[in-house]
């Protein structure tokens, strides 16, 4: 596709649900990223992939979150017994390699948790 | 700590005026550094970016940014602001190594008055 596309783009879960965002980056990226904007706030990083391989959970919450790329492609982002505070919009963003710094956004997921 | 900093919640600027969103950052090394749009609904979108050379960059939209290494600084300016600029604008920076993950500032929400 022409850009980074996600889908669902609004979410809403009851407290105790478990919810799945999913990424489809563009076409050939080598790097993905998902971030974490709370309303009011600037977007923080959660975890990165290159190609399937996870480099980097250090931003995930707590261990209900958790996130795959299991083919290289496309991505999806797991979060188990969701709480309020998880309430938040999910982005992600890929790159063409990790040394290319130019990331591409997504819309976005907005999750809310009820 | 490092961080990324900036200092306006809110501006608000006149159609045709011209338009100055300050960013710090707060790092040992001059990382590489970004400004970001993002309007209702939409991700984000890359407004222009400095790695190194000329310390003033132009962007898309008509906008420009100034790196001054003794200030710590990048700020982003544009000579006569449109109503279509109303949006909110992200400074961020990559450290130039490890996985060029992207750090953010808290945001600027620009206001555009008739």
């Known amino acids: 596709g022409a850009g980074v596309s996600q889908s669902p783009r609004y979410k809403v879960a009851k407290r105790g649900q478990d919810v799945a965002l999913r990424c489809d980056p563009i076409?050939?990226?080598?790097?993905l990223f998902w971030y974490q904007q709370a309303l009011g706030q600037g977007p923080e990083f959660l975890t990165y992939?290159?190609?399937?391989?996870?480099?980097?959970k250090s931003g995930l919450p707590s261990d209900r979150f958790f996130a795959e790329r299991p083919e290289g492609s496309v991505s999806t982002l797991k979060i188990q017994r969701t709480q309020q505070e998880d309430s938040a919009v999910y982005l992600c963003?890929?790159?063409?390699?990790?040394?290319?710094?130019?990331?591409?956004f997504g819309p976005g997921t907005r999750l809310t948790v009820t | 700590a490092q961080s990324v900093t900036q200092p306006d919640i809110h501006i608000t600027v006149s159609e045709g005026a011209s338009l100055e969103l300050r960013c710090n950052y707060s790092?040992?090394?001059?990382?590489?550094l970004f400004w970001y749009v993002q309007s209702p609904g939409q991700g984000l979108q890359l407004l222009l970016k400095?790695?190194?050379?000329?310390?003033l960059v132009q962007g898309i939209k008509g906008f420009e940014a100034e790196f001054k290494r003794s200030q710590s600084s990048f700020n982003l300016r544009k000579p006569s602001v449109h109503w279509s600029d109303a949006a909110e604008y992200f400074c961020?920076?990559?450290?130039?190594?490890?996985?060029?993950?992207?750090?953010f500032g808290k945001g600027t929400m620009l206001l555009v008055s008739p």
């Open positions: 992939f290159q190609n399937e391989a996870q480099l980097d």
């Open positions: 961020a920076v990559v450290l130039n190594s490890g996985y060029s993950t992207l750090t």
């Open positions: 790092y040992g090394a001059t990382p590489y």
């Open positions: 963003a890929s790159s063409f390699n990790r040394d290319t710094y130019e990331q591409y």
């Open positions: 076409s050939g990226h080598v790097s």
């Open positions: 400095y790695f190194s050379g000329d310390t």
